[in-house]
């Protein structure tokens, strides 16, 4: 599902010289996410864009759902963990134990008004956004050699296809795909302002593909981190996680 009036507003952005920064998986860990967004340094006009999985795993999930919600510059895909929480209120009607965990972990009083205000905002998120350069997407597409009409494949493809990494050929032809989903630490990515770039080029030169996920929630010794990663430069910005060990639960 695309948003064209959202791929309107971000690219009159882009072409009138403000900053749009694209950041992965954010999975609840809100005190990592704040301690980016100060290093960013966001103007009036520059907007922030997640690729999904803003839930689940961390600690402030419901607090990271309504910060985007709040924020007239703040704009998110929908992600497969933002999917199957929807999945499982649907299934309950938000009455199961793991429902009231992961997906809905907060700091404050949880309370059905803010859950039913979560659902409804995440029932309107796009799973992908075009560009004239770059397309957005949560996990990517998946290797279909006999077609390569993106726009024929499913949300079920783009919330958890990983054959973005894997394919010897672009995806799109015109546009560097950008996904989340996959963690960088899988190809060996450790170092802070670091993210996994295909080698496969386009014609003008760009990759065709970005993967920004570092990782939040793994193991301290692989440097989990939440990234973002600004278009026009290509520019990338890393914050370890701020949250303790105790908040975690590793």
Request: glycine share 6%; proline share 2%; hydrophobic share 35%.
């Amino acid at each position: 599902m695309r948003d064209n009036e959202l791929e309107f507003h971000i690219q009159e952005k882009l072409d009138t010289g403000s900053k749009i920064w694209i950041i992965g998986d954010i999975h609840g860990y809100k005190k990592t996410l704040d301690a980016l967004v100060k290093k960013l340094e966001l103007k009036d006009n520059d907007l922030m864009i997640c690729l999904g999985d803003m839930v689940d795993r961390g600690p402030e999930s419901l607090e990271v759902l309504e910060l985007f919600m709040r924020k007239n510059n703040y704009f998110s895909l929908k992600g497969n963990h933002e999917e199957m929480l929807q999945i499982d209120w649907k299934k309950t009607n938000g009455d199961s134990n793991y429902s009231k965990d992961g997906f809905w972990s907060t700091s404050s009083l949880l309370t059905r008004s803010r859950m039913l205000s979560a659902v409804a905002f995440i029932s309107s998120l796009p799973t992908e956004l075009v560009l004239e350069k770059f397309r957005l997407v949560h996990a990517g597409y998946r290797d279909m050699p006999y077609s390569n009409d993106l726009e024929l494949q499913t949300d079920n493809e783009r919330l958890w296809s990983r054959d973005i990494f894997d394919v010897s050929y672009p995806f799109d032809a015109l546009r560097t795909i950008i996904v989340g989903h996959t963690t960088v630490q899988n190809f060996g990515i450790l170092d802070d302002n670091s993210v996994w770039r295909s080698s496969k080029l386009l014609k003008d030169g760009r990759v065709s593909s970005i993967g920004i996920d570092t990782g939040i929630f793994l193991k301290r010794e692989v440097n989990p981190r939440l990234s973002a990663l600004e278009l026009s430069s290509g520019r990338v910005i890393s914050q370890k996680r701020v949250e303790k060990l105790l908040e975690i639960g590793e």
